[in-house]
């Protein structure tokens, strides 16, 4: 059914710090691995060693500059995927009932055999999570890997989204972001985690940590650094002659 | 938001067909037998043709069927029961206006009604969207039920109801380009919400994600046609509401009339067409674009 859930029992959600993304765009790369050969429609890709590619995936990762007003421009590396939004628009759009948001965890999935492939929940996402599948006809989006994070066939470090696994800067979190002692709710409070777009009243369960202030260079960098300073300051001999006569010139 | 040709087709036709079931329902033109039929015709070809466009878009449209569950929170479900419901009353209406001579008012009213409502309800597919600015607002609504009306009092040859209607659209069609116009700023979404970062210094898109393009591109940022948008807003404006309105003053004649009808007709699309072209979506800015 498209009627959200009053409230969930379970708020699972990523926690992506962009501090210490590096764009290395490996998250990108297994997830499609993973989920073009598990759950549901395959991500088509068309004309993929042609002139013009373009495919399906869940996860893009953008980068950004910010120039502050006062000092040097910052480049920001920007995964994103589906935020799992708490008052998700795409399932409430959705005329089928394709879409629907899971009490017992939170995670926004699409039942594809129900998809028309109308593209209203698309329509609806303000951050693009959603990419109508063009080989499938169907609407693809991420589903926190819901076929890993339960799965007991694979190894307990395995059961956690493909892209978390993966990165390996450490920069992707998962957790249940419902429960306040949870590791990434400590996270999201410790470094004043935030919501992309606030303003659209999704409520999106994932949050981004800002990137960390710069440290500043102060004047003297340790103590033994005047003594370091160089000794000579006027060229003798040679090098002396040579600069008066090129001065001279 | 790319003007995809069967949203087109579908909004400006079956908008044209519901406004002139509305007018057969309330008996005007007070017609019956073969004349009625004709007046039918037409608006179940417009009608029905529309809503059959509406489906090529889909992915799948053998499980269209399945669109008419989710009533209860999907606008687009609800247009799909209106649509079905305003079609099988007016068909009852019908059967009686056409072959038994009989004018059963009351379904006939009902039948009127639901058929605005059908034209309400895909307005709101678009209103309902907070992702595109220039689509939610109250004159979104205004302007399709608007357009509906005219269109329908002109194609049952009301001219008199015809000609205050035409300017009724006209007037919300200035309206909803003005404040459209300045939807997306007054939003207060930018690049700067978009990511969270706007509070640490001016944002700049450095890098998209891809070389190529995709799916969110083709669909969400439609700039192609934006650049002949002045010009093809006086033209749809002309061609909508300034035309017939200047045919229908004339004395009256059927080859006018057709030619007030071709226009309205024409000018409507094209202004369907901006609606979908100039509709920017926030999902744009992300890539560093409107």
Known sequence: MTQLPNSTERKMGLVIDLDTCVGCHACVISCKGWNTENYGAPLSDQDAYGANPSGTFLNRVHSYEVQPAEGHAQLIHFPKSCLHCEDAPCVTVCPTGASYKRTEDGIVLVNESDCIGCGLCAWSCPYGARELDKAEGVMKKCTLCVDRIYNENLPEVDRIPSCVRTCPAGARHFGDLGDPDSDVSKLVAERGGMDLMPEMGTKPVNKYLPPRPKDTVEDQIDILAPLLAPVAEEPKGFLGWLDKTLEKL | ?290
């Open chain 2, 1 to 290: 938001m790319h003007p995809a040709p069967s949203v087109i087709l579908f909004t400006t036709l079956s908008g044209l067909g519901f406004g002139l079931l509305f007018f057969l329902g309330l008996g005007f033109p007070a017609v019956s037998g073969w004349v009625a039929f004709v007046f039918f015709a037409i608006a179940y070809g417009l009608a029905v043709g529309g809503l059959m466009a509406s489906t090529f878009h889909l992915g799948h449209p053998e499980r269209a069927w399945k669109a008419f569950t989710q009533w209860k929170t999907s606008w687009l479900s609800r247009e799909g029961w209106c649509a079905v419901l305003a079609l099988v009353v007016m068909g009852l209406y019908a059967i009686g206006v056409v072959f038994l001579d009989r004018h059963w008012s009351l379904l006939g009213w009902i039948g009127a009604l639901m058929s605005l409502a059908t034209v309400f309800t895909t307005s709101m597919i678009y209103t309902q969207l907070k992702t595109i600015p220039r689509w939610n607002m109250n004159l979104t609504p205004a302007m399709f039920l608007s357009f509906s009306l005219a269109g329908g009092a002109l194609l049952a040859g009301q001219t008199r109801v015809a000609i205050p209607l035409l300017l009724i659209a006209a007037f919300v069609q200035i309206l909803y380009w003005k404040k459209g116009d300045k939807a997306l700023e007054a939003s207060g979404t930018d690049l700067g919400t978009a990511t969270g970062l706007g509070n640490r210094g001016t944002v700049r898109a450095f890098e998209p994600p891809h070389t190529g393009t995709n799916y969110l591109l083709r669909e969400f940022v439609h700039v192609v046609g934006r650049k002949h948008a002045e010009k093809l807003r006086v033209i749809s404006f002309v061609l909508a509401f300034v035309l017939p309105v200047l045919l229908l003053v004339l004395p009256f004649n059927h080859f006018l009339a057709l030619l007030a009808v071709a226009s309205h007709l024409a000018g409507v699309a094209t202004s369907r067409w901006l609606f979908f072209a100039q509709a920017e979506h926030v999902v744009g800015l992300y890539y560093g674009k409107r």
